[in-house]
């Protein structure tokens, strides 16, 4: 990514500008204020024929300009789609943490209700073993006779 910028930015800045000395007022005006750096007026001209040093941008090489670009453009493109992965699986991961706390919630209220339900047996009522319910706890005080 630093390397994209990097190669944009040298696009503006490498190599010399280049000057045009002596040119008249009309030579001056016909290059575009855009490529222009700048624009000085020479020390010997006359006011009757003024003479102008011109400095000029640097030309890029529309090749090379190109290359920068799509350079810089595949980079962000790479930061975008790793961020958006990174993001999104923490969203997911997110996601099933909350459900594995609801499902093991949802099954301890189960478990909870389970053992709080009271199931009608036989002897219950009185302590016994609802297999015992029907078998005397003592044997008789009269035997039958």
Do not use: C, W
């Not at 020390?43 to 000029?56: H, N």
């Amino acid at each position: 990514m630093v390397l994209s910028v990097f190669l944009v930015g040298q696009l503006n800045f490498a190599g010399d500008p280049r000057v045009l000395e002596n040119l008249s007022g009309a030579a001056a005006d016909a290059i575009p204020i855009d490529e222009q750096l700048s624009r000085d007026l020479e020390d010997d001209s006359s006011d009757a024929d003024p003479r102008y040093t011109v400095t000029l941008r640097r030309t890029t090489n529309p090749a090379v300009e190109n290359v920068a670009l799509q350079l810089l453009t595949t980079m962000s493109t790479l930061v975008v789609a790793v961020a958006a992965f990174y993001f999104g699986s923490a969203s997911v991961e997110t996601a099933h943490a909350r459900e594995r706390d609801d499902r093991a919630a949802a099954q301890g209220n189960l478990r909870e209700e389970q053992d709080e339900t009271v199931i009608a047996t036989p002897g219950a009522t009185t302590g016994a073993k609802p297999d015992q319910s029907a078998v005397p706890t003592k044997p008789p005080d009269n035997p039958p006779g």
